[in-house]
């Protein structure tokens, strides 16, 4: 018992240094003191292995110590195995800033330093112009008539677009624009998103392109003349970065510029000679003024001694000679502007290029710098309003078709489907939102960009896919009517563009994340890079107190001690107080898997991308967190915070899991998963009674249905404007309860024979149900209005039999005589 009694004192005083990360003289002093109460207690061999512990650790730990003789082995051993940052990667970790994502690889993080800045919402203007302005042009697009019968936005819309200035959102009111936030270009492109082309159009100009570029490296005189004319539409802008040889991986594109000297009008210039092939080039169709990206040589040393100067960014009007452009590519489900541009000894003088000559060589340090707030706000911001259009639509079709004498809405296996298609909008209206926040605090989230980036357009891929399920043949027969077919089929084009999905799962979220993020890394390839040995004692022996400080931590809270407090309520807490226990445990995986297999961790895309899941969920739950301990809930609001927050962790763990179970060196697999899964693994996924009543109100007139619908086109249309489903949707739900109980009555007045059997239609029950007295004449009225636009809204479209024939001559006359 005694001994007993010391052992669970060492145990416990050495895991508490630990967990705090208290250093090595306190982890000697706990051995030392407990070594010598084993003494007083008669345990004296185990107080002899605790005395020996403390000279370990003061030899390896104290600083005076172990400079002398473990620190040199050490950093020479660094030497050999640190990966080579390559410079285009240096670029990269060196562009954007670490935030929240950085909390997260301490296994300790600091929910104070997330709620720190408080998502204050739009400002009035902004909100004006979402309400106003974006529920014009929302108002103004047929999915069919855009897809199909004209491969475009009308005239009037882009007329619109020009004349409101959307184009020109992250401009300076100074120059013309609109100078909105972060927030509010994310609020804009969620409403927009009823319309894939729309969207589109409208975000990329404001995304990744001369815009941005202009403004943070423009010349005075680029930017005069531009940003004015980019904010009211006079100039269209598109930027060539992709090509066939060059698609995610944009450090290996082909196309060059060589500095060279031609005459023009009488005088010698120094200029490029620009050979180049782009394709994907959004907007690139109409666009007026070109952006390029290109590598950059000097071999006759006309600009330096450098000849290879490295990508370089340039702005080229449409009609310089030798540019090819106008030809277009056919985005799948949603024909955007979209197309190849081409060159062929195409001459622009050296000022072209975005900030002058002395920018020259610095393309891929604007492009990353620019790229991770543009990625944090174009495509998750489309996949957001994509959730908040599909809860509505699915939502009130689902309760509206009924099957069975029910709604579909209350049959669980489209209830489960329903539940996934809230949970996942809730979850990227909280991301998009609150990582827009950080942007407009100052912040440039490189590593949580790939996150929002990668996940949500699959969650959008994953909504949508559901929403096609639960119509079954309403969407999958294509015409004016469906609303979701072609959106459902443009998906693909968000997974695959800005860095296809495949690739920032595997390679950028952790990849980049465990150097830029991780506390002490990137400190240490410094430190060998500059030889400095000083240098890299401090941070490789901060690095060895965070690994052990993170296994404590890790292990006890896996075991349910040691929690801490959150600054959460109770709802929020549980699974706050989850993040902690898995951001340890990744931070413990992360060093595990970087120390055992070494430069080879960034062949292991499978490790790394389930290192990346469990950031990702993470970074996600956190975002969900933040979202609801800032906002004001509505009934059923916690229900679907829960289901957010246990799908997420759920997916987490499993990450880890499957990380452990492929882990090379099984030795410290095994160890690792001792002590971050003592128990085994303990999130479930959300319940059913949680689904179901997720499913219940987003199908009914529910304050989370509107809450989770927000910001979308939802106004029955005016005089001169589209369909709107989404508004008839909400209108029939609100008077769904007065309905139902109608319904309830003749159905069960026809299975009693008290109305005639052979009134199988809606319509002869409400006629013969006022016959028989069983309703009034009001009701009968009611229920015909109702079910007449019941039936619009299941009705899908037929064509003449020739309709679907793009060239007529080729169609086969079938049965005809």
């Not at 975005?354 to 620019?370: F, H, K, T, Y």
């Not at 975002?623 to 059923?636: C, I, R």
């Given at each position: 018992m005694d001994l007993l009694i010391v052992v669970l004192l060492a145990l416990a005083g050495l895991l508490f240094v630990l967990r705090r990360e208290s250093g090595a003289a306190a982890a000697i002093a706990v051995m030392v003191v407990v070594g010598i109460i084993g003494l007083f207690m008669g345990t004296g061999w185990f107080s002899l292995l605790l005395f020996i512990g403390a000279g370990i650790t003061a030899f390896a730990g104290l600083p005076g110590l172990r400079r002398q003789w473990l620190t040199p082995r050490a950093f020479a051993m660094f030497k050999k195995v640190a990966p080579k940052v390559s410079e285009t990667e240096k670029q990269a970790l060196d562009a954007g800033t670490v935030g929240w994502d950085g909390e997260l690889f301490t296994g300790r993080p600091d929910w104070h330093r997330l709620l720190t800045n408080r998502n204050t919402g739009l400002s009035q203007d902004e909100q004006a112009f979402v309400d106003n302005q974006c529920a014009v042009a929302a108002s103004m697009c047929n999915a069919w008539d855009i897809g199909f019968e004209r491969a475009d936005l009308p005239k009037e819309v882009w007329d619109y677009l020009k004349k409101e200035r959307f184009f020109g959102m992250i401009i300076p009111k100074e120059y013309g624009g609109l100078g909105l936030s972060a927030r509010a270009q994310s609020a804009v492109l969620?409403?927009?998103?009823?319309?894939?082309?729309?969207?589109?159009?409208v975000g990329v100009p404001n995304s990744l392109g001369p815009g941005e570029l202009l403004l943070k490296y423009g010349t005075d005189d680029q930017k005069n003349y531009y940003l004015p004319r980019l904010a009211d539409g006079r100039e269209i802008p598109c930027f060539g970065l992709t090509g066939p040889r060059a698609g995610s991986d944009a450090t290996s594109l082909p196309d060059t510029g060589i500095v060279c000297k031609q005459e023009i009008d009488g005088k010698e210039v120094v200029g490029l000679r620009l050979n180049f092939e782009k394709r994907w080039i959004t907007l690139a169709p109409i666009a007026t003024v070109v952006g390029l990206a290109f590598r950059m040589f000097d071999p006759d040393n006309l600009l330096g001694e450098q000849k290879d100067l490295g990508i370089t960014c340039a702005l080229i009007p449409r009609d310089t000679e030798g540019m090819e452009i106008g030809r277009r590519h056919a985005p799948i489900g949603t024909p955007f502007m979209n197309g190849p541009i081409k060159g062929k000894d195409v001459f622009i003088p050296l000022d072209?290029?975005?900030?002058?000559?002395?920018?020259?060589?610095?393309?891929?340090?604007?492009?990353?710098?620019?790229?991770?707030?543009?990625?944090?706000i174009t495509l998750p911001s489309g996949a957001s309003g994509s959730g908040r259009y599909a809860v509505g639509l699915a939502g009130g079709f689902t309760r509206i078709r009924r099957q069975f004498n029910t709604p579909v809405a209350d049959m669980e296996?489209?209830?489960?489907?329903?539940?996934?298609?809230?949970?996942?909008?809730?979850?990227?209206?909280?991301?998009v939102m609150q990582t827009a926040n950080m942007i407009d605090n100052g912040e440039k989230p490189a590593v949580p960009s790939a996150i929002l980036k990668s996940q949500l357009t699959e969650y959008q891929r994953d909504i949508l896919s559901d929403a096609m399920d639960v119509h079954g043949g309403k969407t999958v027969t294509l015409g004016p009517r469906n609303y979701l077919g072609l959106s459902f089929a443009g998906s693909a084009v968000s997974i695959t563009v800005e860095g296809a999905n495949i690739m920032t799962r595997s390679l950028m979220i952790f990849g980049q994340g465990a150097i830029r993020c991780h506390p002490y890394v990137l400190d240490e390839l410094a430190a060998k890079d500059s030889d400095d040995i000083d240098a890299f004692d401090d941070a490789f022996f901060n690095h060895a107190g965070l690994v052990f400080g993170n296994a404590a931590r890790a292990f006890t809270q896996a075991i349910g001690l040691g929690r801490g407090d959150v600054p959460f309520d109770n709802a929020a807490a549980p699974y706050a107080r989850a993040v902690n226990r898995f951001s340890a445990a990744f931070g413990l995986a992360s060093d595990a898997a970087m120390t055992t297999l070494g430069s080879d961790l960034k062949l292991r895309e499978l490790l790394s991308a389930r290192l990346g899941d469990v950031l990702a969920n993470l970074y996600l739950t956190s975002?969900?967190?933040?979202?609801?301990?800032?906002?004001?809930?509505?009934?059923?609001e916690r229900e679907l915070m829960a289901y957010s927050c246990e799908y997420l962790l759920n997916r987490a763990e499993k990450a880890l899991d499957e990380l452990l179970d492929n882990l090379p060196n099984r030795a410290v697999a095994v160890a690792?998963?001792?002590?971050?899964?003592?128990?085994?693994?303990?999130?479930?996924?959300?319940?059913?009674?949680?689904?179901?009543?997720?499913?219940?109100?987003?199908?009914?007139?529910?304050?989370?249905?509107?809450?989770?619908?927000?910001?979308?086109?939802?106004?029955?249309?005016?005089?001169?404007e589209v369909f709107n489903p989404l508004a008839h949707y909400n209108q029939l739900l609100a008077d769904y309860p007065r309905a139902d109980k109608l319904y309830k009555t003749l159905d069960k007045a026809h299975a009693k024979g008290e109305l005639p059997a052979e009134a199988l239609h809606p319509e002869q029950k409400f006629e013969a149900g006022l016959e028989a007295g069983l309703i009034s004449e009001d009701d009968?009225?009611?229920?015909?209005?109702?079910?007449?636009?019941?039936?619009?809204?299941?009705?899908?479209?037929?064509?003449?039999?020739?309709?679907?024939?793009?060239?007529?001559?080729?169609?086969?006359?079938?049965?005809?005589?």
């Open positions: 969620q409403k927009l998103s009823v319309n894939e082309s729309l969207m589109v159009s072209y290029i975005i900030g002058g000559p002395d920018m020259a060589g610095q393309g891929w340090r604007m492009l990353v710098e620019c790229l991770s707030v543009g990625r944090c296996g489209v209830q489960e489907p329903l539940a996934r298609i809230a949970g996942k909008a809730y979850i990227a209206q909280s991301a975002m969900v967190l933040k979202n609801w301990h800032e906002g004001q809930a509505v009934e059923g690792l998963r001792w002590v971050t899964m003592p128990l085994g693994r303990r999130w479930k996924a959300p319940s059913d009674k949680r689904t179901q009543a997720i499913a219940h109100a987003i199908s009914t007139d529910s304050s989370l249905r509107a809450k989770l619908t927000s910001n979308t086109w939802d106004t029955l249309e005016q005089k001169g009968a009225e009611f229920m015909r209005q109702y079910e007449s636009e019941v039936l619009e809204m299941l009705s899908v479209d037929d064509f003449p039999f020739d309709g679907l024939a793009h060239n007529k001559r080729k169609l086969v006359k079938h049965n005809v005589l």
